[in-house]
């Protein structure tokens, strides 16, 4: 079997965590922690970084921070993973479901405004599958109406929108270190912010709002979290951000070669890099067309069968049973391109055989007659 999208372990992964393991530092505090959140920080060009459990604690985290609670709004995509979803209904506030763009698949920044009311607070632009939300369009929306914008960047750690990378361009941008990311913990997360006072908020909360006292005792002012990430993970981590320059180049050649062997098969809308942006594919994903010999959902059963792991975009946030009454735009295109979508094996270590293979099978159902 081909997968999906599975980690890349090939440099000090063993090496740091055993050094976790000789000394006893496994859990929350270790130096590991401390040197994952700086490197992060250096490597996304954030002043402050945040680990944390796994990515919706991020995302929970930058809500709660922000101040955002029961009768706030928050606009976000429904053509998303649930997690930042989910999240906005951990502090009480509602969901605002908002389009996506046919040819990059992220949040329509253009639409944005029509759904801002007196209740609405933040914007969570999603940057799914490693392309960027239109942020300029974002951020003028948010500076318009004094909204926070808290960016999503879990899929595209490394993608870059006019020189600045996703995740540091809004108020806070979250990660997920989940074991298909680009660079992975296992499971963990980030938070990121240009605001010192939001970083210090953040690492607070996350330590269960934990003060030590003079006697080495513990005080807790208000309701905290146990979001901080144990220095294992941060440990795993920082060996992965080693690597991940490395990772980046592989997923973006590997896109090249799929487009160059996927552009003049008809039926198929490929994915598409904009001006300005560098795309880091984290999953290859296309649209398969009604022209197309077979469904989205027939390639897939070929696939499998050709022992060749795919996946259809996600399901749509706002036909699921706990979020059928949030409001929205009509969310034509999300429908569209959900019921279209496939992703494609987009692991760092998919060979080119196996990108040609994948590309050979898909060309023969294209020209069956």
């Known amino acids: 079997m081909i997968p999906l999208c599975v980690p890349e372990i090939r440099g000090n992964e063993w090496k740091y965590i055993k050094e976790c393991l000789d000394t006893n530092w496994v859990s929350t505090v270790g130096s590991y922690v401390d040197k994952f959140e700086r490197d992060f920080a250096d490597f996304v060009k954030a002043k402050n970084a945040v680990a944390t459990v796994n990515g919706t604690s991020a995302l929970h985290l930058a809500l709660k921070v922000?101040?955002?609670?029961?009768?706030?709004?928050?606009i976000v995509p429904s053509l998303t993973f649930v997690a930042p979803v989910n999240a906005i209904k951990y502090v009480g506030a509602q969901p605002v479901f908002v389009d996506v763009c046919r040819d990059t698949f992220v949040m329509d920044a253009d639409k944005i405004e029509e759904l801002v009311t007196s209740k609405t607070k933040a914007i969570l632009p999603v940057h799914i599958y490693g392309n960027a939300v239109d942020m300029d369009k974002v951020m003028e929306v948010a500076n318009k109406y004094n909204l926070f914008v808290i960016e999503d960047a879990t899929e595209s750690l490394g993608t870059l929108y006019k020189g600045r990378y996703t995740g540091t361009i809004g108020h806070i941008g979250c990660f997920s270190f989940n074991g298909n990311k680009l660079i992975t913990t296992g499971a963990g997360g980030m938070l990121v912010t240009n605001d010192e006072e939001i970083g210090k908020r953040a690492k607070f909360l996350s330590t269960q709002a934990k003060i030590t006292l003079e006697n080495r005792g513990f005080y807790h002012p208000e309701v905290g979290?146990?979001?901080?990430?144990?220095?294992?993970?941060?440990?795993?981590?920082?060996?992965?951000?080693?690597?991940?320059?490395?990772y980046i180049e592989i997923k973006r050649n590997n896109a090249k070669m799929y487009t160059d062997l996927l552009k003049d098969i008809r039926g198929i809308t490929l994915p598409v890099e904009k001006e300005g942006i560098r795309h880091v594919h984290w999953l290859y994903s296309i649209l398969i067309e009604d022209e197309f010999p077979i469904s989205r959902d027939e390639l897939i059963k070929r696939m499998f069968h050709e022992q060749i792991?795919?996946?259809?975009?996600?399901?749509?946030?706002?036909?699921?049973?706990?979020?059928?009454?949030?409001?929205?735009?009509?969310?034509?295109?999300?429908?569209?391109?959900?019921?279209?979508?496939?992703?494609?094996?987009?692991?760092?270590?998919?060979?080119?055989?196996?990108?040609?293979?994948?590309?050979?099978?898909?060309r023969k159902i294209a020209e069956a007659k």
Request: glycine letters at 8%; hydrophobic letters at 40%; a negative charge.
């Open 66 to 74: 922000l101040g955002i609670g029961v009768g706030d709004e928050v």
């Open 225 to 246: 979290y146990n979001y901080r990430m144990p220095n294992i993970l941060a440990a795993m981590g920082c060996a992965q951000l080693e690597n991940i320059n490395e």
């Open 309 to 362: 792991e795919t996946r259809p975009f996600f399901t749509p946030v706002h036909t699921m049973p706990a979020y059928v009454n949030c409001r929205h735009d009509g969310l034509e295109t999300t429908m569209e391109v959900s019921l279209k979508g496939i992703n494609l094996p987009s692991s760092v270590s998919l060979k080119i055989e196996e990108i040609e293979k994948i590309c050979s099978i898909i």
